[in-house]
């Protein structure tokens, strides 16, 4: 069965500081990984997804994650927080078969200036 | 061009009712989606068809139920629409992954926020 845990429901950082949003998955086989953002009162948009290639994925606005197999880990990092990144951040795993999604509680991230 | 979209954006009703919401993709894409997000932003997959076939159906009361047309239509009908109804709704479509069985990511609608009084 697969599933993700994200750590901490809401995360603070000041405007410019490193962004780091924790998400751990389990997974009986190596899985497809993706980190979506839902602005308010929006949908959701994909950041990034990682599909067994680099194990380093780079995605939109400035935020990548890092797949650690050891660790079974897949946590999202930016350098430096922006107002404009507060939202909130869901991780999630896939079947690799049927498209289907177990999305993480999702994290609520909060840009202090 | 909006890629999936959603009618009615907002739609309030009373206990009892029964209501549709409408989801679109103009992406091409074989496969469509329903969520439902709840106060806590949890968010739980519904249903899935692939193809206007139903290939996911989660454990979801028999009063949602979705109807396909066609492959760039899911809409979700609610017969007897009860307080705890209340969420966002998602719609969400994707690419078939197909005999290599290659994953594509999914694209989200806006959401239809339903409130049941």
Known sequence: AQSVTQLGSHVSVSEGALVLLRCNYSSSVPPYLFWYVQYPNQGLQLLLKYTSAATLVKGINGFEAEFKKSETSFHLTKPSAHMSDAAEYFCAVSKNTGNQFYFGTGTSLTVIP | ?117
């Open chain 2, 1 to 117: 061009d909006t890629a999936v979209s959603q009618t009615p954006k907002y739609l309030v009703t009373q206990m009892g009712n029964d209501k549709s919401i409408k989801c679109e993709q103009n992406l091409g894409h074989d496969t469509m989606y329903w969520y439902k997000q709840d106060s806590k932003k949890f968010l739980k997959i519904m249903f899935s068809y692939n193809n206007k076939e139903l290939i996911i159906n989660e454990t979801v009361p028999n009063r949602f139920s979705p109807k396909s047309p066609d492959k760039a239509h899911l809409n979700l009908h609610i017969n007897s629409l009860e307080l705890g109804d209340s969420a966002v709704y998602f719609c969400a479509s994707s690419q078939d992954g197909g005999r290599l069985k290659l994953f594509y990511e999914q694209y989200f609608g806006p959401g239809t926020r339903l409130t049941v009084t």
